[in-house]
Structures are given as structure tokens and as C-alpha cells.
């Protein structure tokens, strides 16, 4: 394995984290925890999702920015409008912190989050 397959393996670990931890609360979680009186488990839940969530969206970050670098694809519209969509949700995931209540920025993070890993995959093809 060289370098750059390492940090390959960690953007794509960051992103099914993100990803799939977004799918894991929103079908099973939530709808779960939701019925029960107490909101105690289902704030843990979001709380520690949430501090795993700024960790893999820093790795993310960081790792996407080095790959970009070495693959010199700075110019890639692609690149450029994933870029922005990644930017559209440090901006949804800051209103979510403010605004936990508002389920559709959920449903906006999670969508966004899609059309980046089908544009990650698009840039990588």
C-alpha cells in the first residue's frame, strides 16, 4: 500500500462514517428512540454522532485537500462544485447545531452528502 492509497482509505472510511452514520440515525435511530419518553438516549445518540461527524468531515477535509494537491485537480470543474457542495454543508451542519429541531436540514445534509460522494466518484473516474 503506498501513501496516497493510505489516504484514500482514510477519505473513504471519513465518508461512510458521515455517510452512513447519517442513514443509521435517520432509518433506524431516530425512529427508535423517538417513540421512548425519555429523550436522554436519543440526545446521546446525536451528540456523539455529532462529535464523530467533525472528526470525519476534518479528515475529510484534510485528506480531500492533499489527494486534490497530488492529483493536481484544482482546475476540475467537478472538483470545484464538490468543493462548493462541501462548503453548502459545514453551513447546514452549523444551522443543524443551532437548530437541532429543524428535521429538514437533516434531510438537506444527508442529500448534499449524496451528490458529494457521486461527484468524488465522478472526479476519481
Known amino acids: 500500500m503506498t501513501f496516497w492509497n493510505g489516504v484514500l482509505w482514510l477519505h473513504l472510511l471519513a465518508m461512510a462514517f ?13 425512529p427508535v ?7 436522554g438516549p436519543l440526545r446521546s445518540a446525536a451528540r456523539r454522532f455529532g462529535i ?3 472528526i470525519a468531515f476534518a ?6 485537500i492533499a489527494m486534490a494537491s497530488h492529483e493536481h485537480l484544482w482546475s476540475d470543474s467537478t472538483l470545484q462544485v464538490k ?5 453548502l454543508v459545514a453551513v447546514l451542519i452549523g444551522a443543524h447545531l443551532r437548530r437541532p429541531e ?11 452528502s449524496v ?4 461527484l468524488g466518484i465522478v472526479v476519481a473516474g
Open 18 to 30: 458521515f455517510v452512513g452514520g447519517q442513514l443509521m440515525l435517520a432509518a433506524i435511530v431516530v
Open 33 to 39: 428512540l423517538r417513540g421512548l419518553d425519555d429523550r
Open 52 to 54: 464523530g461527524t467533525v
Open 59 to 64: 479528515v475529510l477535509v484534510v485528506t480531500g
Open 83 to 87: 468543493i462548493g457542495l462541501v462548503a
Open 102 to 112: 429543524w428535521h429538514a436540514l437533516d434531510a438537506a445534509i444527508f442529500i448534499v
Open 115 to 118: 451528490a458529494i460522494v457521486w
